[in-house]
């Protein structure tokens, strides 16, 4: 058998390079992959992937490298690794566990009170724990990067954020993606008995605390710490912002706000961005959306559709995906996302982009990332078939060039409890009420 | 007859009335007239365990007459299927579409009567709101049928419905003619959390369990008054005439909708569907039922029945289930992807997929294929003829219309799907819904307006 035999090398593999090799990784060839390089190559059939000192030195056919550790993909997809969306991967084990959550700096009531204090210098990521067995359930699933975000519904100023790579080691975090999250909308307006129009109020008061060149005199109304008023200045001198909207009206004021300060602006959500699909794609301004929204959970998403993301890229705005609804745990859910958009308009092509190197080019990973193309990082993933299908999994993953477990927690159950025979039962005539 | 005789037939007409109306808030629910249809030269996963491949389907008066190879078209219009799959109208036995309606705000919010820990009286069809936006996107993948369920805040919630997915002014008219009440039961951590919030019992799983078996002993106590009443009432209609005093004539005890329902689980009236995530949990609830003679049709979520796959397939209770939800709390923490294909895999394994979601809802066939996917992995074997009974018959089981939908044997309500593709995939979409023979979706030609009311002629609103 075919497989049995490609088992048998990946595992031979994990026992002799994955589990024993640390820092330095020994090169690997990845041989006779269809290899989707999200490059001007486009998708390379019977290809070959040379892997040295964590990256991609060379794809083409007939690669050879002696002490390589071969592996023979037989025509299976290899991808970039995938972006797991905007999660608190690493941050939140158990979302109803208060005591596994750190996503916010604003626990309680604090987000409600009177003395409330809006903390942008929040920093998500001094948190992260690389070794959560969370990551491990979704780096299995081919998640091999993802935005680890604050998440303070209510607060407007969410904190900081990073992309982090979930490859365990403890300098995971990628400077340049460094976000500031801002949450809007009917959350907020929830949290804290703000309008919409407060947001921006409280917005603006802040831009203006933080600029230099427009000091506070003594007596003025302060909203920021200094601390916060410094750190918010650095996303003010040209720093990245996500806007968490879905409003077409609020996009556009988001819009206007970031193009008055010279801020770069990532709308997540954006469920009516498709109305305002034009304006997006003029100011170059990418959406982090969830494909699987086809109804209004809020007055605010009233014409969510499931073409959101396909009319989106038709017009040329760079599109991401996120899995909102299940939370952190379920992050690997945007690959069926992905799918479901495929199902609904958009182009394959265009699905694997969202999930790797758009999100590579929004956050600043370098023009190799999410990528497969000498300099590319290593960080790749062995799909058993189409890596956009359901049935598909993931067989190998490596980040740095280093094969990843491809054992969890998930993993550790499922063979516990085996059932004993390995057939299924005979189907039992159709019962009758 | 004389009076008083009329008097006695009255009363035992009452007392059967106030335990057992025949149905009250009847279902006015018709099957849309239809044309007979033949869908020719499909591969058919009929819901039994059987695949065709290109063979036709015919419906006929709103029902399967057939399903075979080069049937005679006779009358019927015809669809050619040629490398399209045919598949039995999809059923969610865990749905709060029309209870937590879509836009979720306040106002729709009305899926958890939160007020008490048992509110059994209360009938989840009384807060459906049939112009939930989300039973259109429902149909459009290819759900025909499914149960609303009240929310498990509660230990027992209350009342669930099973509807047509049709659109309709009224919920009556989207109730399922003859099926059975659900109850919804919860384990675990919802109810103990939010009554333990409140300084209330239940507080802790042990008060979750004395929630129940109080409730329970309760309903039993109901349960003898109107037996005894009924005695009662049997000497009372023994004695001639002559002998009858009227002022004597017994007095039924009076209703008590929450006992009522209990009682009708007891008396086997209504399904029990039980929230429960962990396996020790699912094993506590099927003792319960045992104390107090009631069956589990379902437990839902059962995010560790994989743990008691042989105990739940010995006992004949049904795993309602997802493919790949995990961890968002304590008792969800050891979900693994085979849950479903281990449920399945014993002799007389009942597996379902369920959504208790609206987004899940649209795609339950995505949720089986994953499901399906990750059990051939751990060498089980499970062909999609197979894996499709996790979506149609086993959940028409669990539902208790089994006789009725779920499969596309002759003589069910023709509630079929016409997928574009195998449907094991997540590019694949129905292209055509019929509901009792009736075309009730076609993804070709989508219908000019929205069918809910409340998306009518809003901005961005293109459906």
């Given at each position: 058998m075919k497989r049995l035999r490609i088992v048998a090398l990946l595992q031979l593999f994990l026992v002799t390079?994955?589990?024993?090799?640390?820092?330095h990784s020994q090169d690997v060839l990845i041989r006779n992959a269809r290899v989707h390089?999200?490059?001007?190559?486009g998708t390379l059939e019977r290809a070959d992937v040379l892997v040295r000192g964590g990256r991609v030195v060379e794809v083409g056919s007939g690669l050879a490298a002696a002490g390589a550790h071969v592996?023979?993909?037989?025509?299976r997809p290899l991808t970039p690794g995938l972006f797991g969306g905007i999660t608190g991967l690493?941050?939140?084990?158990?979302?109803?566990e208060s005591s596994t959550?750190?996503?916010?700096?604003?626990?309680?009531s604090g987000a409600s009170g009177p003395g409330f204090v809006p903390r942008?210098?929040?920093?998500?990521?001094?948190?992260?724990?690389?070794?959560a067995a969370v990551i491990g359930v979704n780096r299995a699933e081919g998640?091999?990067?993802?935005?680890i975000a604050p998440s303070?519904?209510?607060?407007?100023?969410?904190g900081q954020g990073a992309v982090a790579?979930?490859?365990?080691?403890?300098?995971?975090?990628?400077?340049?993606s460094r976000t500031q999250f801002l949450d809007m909308g009917p959350s907020a307006t929830d949290g804290i008995g703000f309008s919409r129009g407060a947001q921006f109020m409280l917005l603006e008061q802040a831009t203006r605390e933080a600029l230099p060149g427009k000091p506070l005199q003594a007596g003025d109304v302060r909203l920021l710490t200094p601390t916060g008023r410094e750190v918010f200045a650095r996303y003010l001198a040209g720093g990245r912002m996500a806007f968490a909207v879905d409003r077409a009206v609020d996009i556009r004021q988001v819009l206007e706000f970031a193009a008055r300060h010279g801020v770069k602006p990532v709308i997540v959500g954006?469920?009516?961005?498709s109305q305002v699909a034009s304006l997006l794609a003029r100011s170059k301004v990418p959406v982090v959306l969830?494909?699987?929204?086809?109804?209004?959970?809020?007055?605010?998403?009233?014409?969510?559709?499931?073409e959101n993301a396909a009319q989106l890229q038709r017009a040329g705005v760079p599109i991401l995906f996120t899995h909102f609804?299940?939370?952190?745990?379920?992050?690997?859910?945007v690959r069926q996302g992905a799918g479901v958009a495929v199902a609904h308009g958009l182009p394959w092509d265009a699905a694997l982009a969202a999930l790797t190197s758009t999100p590579a080019d929004v956050f600043g990973l370098?023009?190799?990332?999410g990528r497969i193309m000498p300099?590319?990082?290593?960080d790749l993933v062995l799909w058993?078939?189409?890596?956009?299908?359901?049935?598909?999994?993931?067989?190998q993953v490596w980040i740095g060039g280093k094969a990843q477990s491809m054992r969890s927690r998930q993993t550790e159950l499922r063979d516990r409890y085996r059932?004993?025979?390995l057939t299924s039962g005979p189907v039992a005539p159709t019962p009758r009420e | 007859m004389s009076w008083k005789q009329l008097g006695g037939a009255t009363l035992a007409f009452f007392v059967l009335a106030a335990q057992a109306?025949?149905?009250?808030?009847?279902s006015t629910y018709h099957a849309q007239s239809s044309a007979p249809v033949l869908i020719r030269n499909a591969t058919v996963l009929?819901?039994?365990g059987r695949r065709l491949d290109g063979a036709d389907v015919l419906i006929r008066d709103g029902k399967i007459v057939e399903v075979g190879t080069a049937l005679p078209q006779g009358d019927a219009t015809t669809i050619d299927a040629k490398g399209r799959w045919v598949t039995p109208g999809l059923i969610d036995v865990h749905s709060h579409l029309g209870v937590y309606?879509?836009?979720?705000i306040n106002a729709t919010d009305?899926?958890?009567?939160?007020?008490?820990?048992?509110?059994?009286?209360?009938?989840a069809e009384h807060s459906v709101?049939?112009?939930?936006p989300g039973f259109a996107t429902a149909l459009a993948g290819g759900v025909t049928t499914m149960q609303i369920l009240p929310g498990s805040a509660n230990l027992i919630g209350g009342r669930g419905v099973t509807l047509r997915n049709v659109p309709a002014t009224t919920y009556q008219a989207m109730k399922f003619p003859g099926a059975p009440q659900g109850l919804k039961m919860a384990c675990g951590e919802n109810p103990k959390r939010v009554y333990g919030e409140r300084k209330q019992?239940?507080?802790t799983r042990m008060g979750n369990v004395a929630g129940y078996r109080q409730a329970f002993a309760d309903a039993e106590d109901y349960q003898h008054q109107w037996q005894k009443h009924e005695a009662e009432v049997a000497a009372y209609e023994k004695k001639k005439a002559k002998d009858r005093d009227p002022a004597e004539q017994p007095v039924p005890p009076k209703r008590d909708l929450r006992l009522e329902t209990l009682v009708a689980a007891m008396q086997g009236e209504v399904q029990v569907q039980v929230h429960c995530y962990r396996a020790d949990e699912m094993a506590v609830m099927l003792d319960l039922a045992q104390e107090f003679h009631f069956k589990i049709a379902a437990f839902h979520h059962?995010?560790?029945?994989y743990k008691i796959a042989d105990r739940l397939a010995q006992e004949g209770v049904c795993g309602a289930l997802w493919a790949d939800w995990w961890g968002f709390k304590l008792e969800a923490?050891?979900?693994?992807?085979?849950n479903l294909a281990y449920v399945d895999a014993p002799k007389d394994g009942c597996a379902i997929v369920h959504s208790d979601s609206d987004e899940g809802i649209q795609r339950l066939n995505q949720e089986a294929a994953k499901a399906m996917s990750r059990g051939q992995r751990a060498?089980?074997?499970?062909?999609p003829e197979r894996a499709i009974r996790w979506i149609t018959s086993n959940a028409a089981k669990a539902l208790g219309i089994a006789g009725r939908v779920?499969?596309?044997?002759?003589?069910?309500?023709?509630d079929v799907v016409v997928w574009?593709?195998?449907?094991?995939?997540?590019y694949a979409l129905p292209d055509l819904v019929y509901i009792d023979g009736a075309l009730a979706f076609d993804r070709n030609h989508p219908?000019?307006?929205?069918?809910?009311d409340f998306l009518l002629g809003q901005p961005g609103v293109a459906r």
């Open positions: 390079l994955g589990l024993a090799a640390p820092a390089t999200l490059t001007a190559q592996i023979e993909a037989n025509g690493g941050v939140v084990e158990i979302e109803l959550v750190d996503r916010s700096a604003l626990v309680g942008p210098e929040f920093d998500v990521t001094p948190a992260f724990n690389a070794d998640i091999t990067f993802a935005m303070a519904s209510g607060t407007l100023f969410a790579r979930l490859d365990g080691s403890d300098s995971p975090f990628i400077a340049a954006g469920a009516q961005a969830e494909p699987l929204l086809a109804l209004p959970g809020t007055f605010d998403q009233l014409g969510a559709s499931m609804s299940a939370g952190t745990n379920q992050a690997h859910k370098g023009a190799e990332a300099g590319s990082p290593a058993s078939s189409d890596p956009l299908e359901v049935t598909s999994v993931a067989e059932p004993t025979g | 109306s025949p149905e009250p808030y009847p009929d819901g039994t309606a879509s836009p979720g009305d899926g958890n009567e939160a007020t008490d820990p048992v509110t059994a009286g209360v009938w709101w049939p112009q939930d019992a239940p507080s059962g995010v560790e029945a923490y050891d979900g693994i992807w085979e060498d089980l074997d499970i062909p779920g499969t596309l044997e002759p003589g069910k309500m023709a574009n593709r195998d449907p094991f995939s997540v219908p000019a307006t929205p069918r809910s």
